[in-house]
């Protein structure tokens, strides 16, 4: 089992900056990525960005390439998104979830990130 907190999550006008950070705990050795999604009302799950435990490539959503950084610190087990230049678009609740096998099947609880103009 591994758990994952995030936080960082909240309330930024337009061009703003928030970082967002994803703790986890338990059985970490097992995770080989973790990855950040967000789901705005109404719409569908949309991939934000992703990072290897060690080795492999870090991958953007097309809508966030340029504007936001993904990042780890393996020592503390955590992931932190660097989400800068953020539009009303951006607004959703992100979620951290890692992967142990082929598909990512642990989820954190979420973080609201609201971007008002």
């Known amino acids: 089992q591994v758990q994952l907190v995030e936080s960082g999550g909240g309330s930024v006008q337009v061009g703003g900056s928030l970082r967002l950070s994803c703790a986890a705990s338990?059985?970490?050795?097992?995770?080989?990525?973790t990855g950040w999604f967000r789901q705005a009302p109404g719409k569908e799950r949309e991939f934000v960005a992703s990072i290897p435990w060690s080795g492999g490539s870090i991958v953007y959503g097309d809508s966030v390439k340029g504007r936001f950084t993904i990042s780890r610190d393996n020592a503390k087990n955590t992931v932190d998104l660097q989400m800068n230049s953020l539009k009303p678009e951006d607004t959703a609740v992100y979620y951290c979830?890692?992967?142990?096998?082929?598909?990512?099947?642990?989820w954190g609880q979420g973080t609201q990130v609201t971007v008002s103009s």
């Open positions: 338990g059985r970490t050795i097992r995770v080989n990525r």
């Open positions: 979830a890692v992967r142990t096998g082929p598909a990512y099947n642990y």
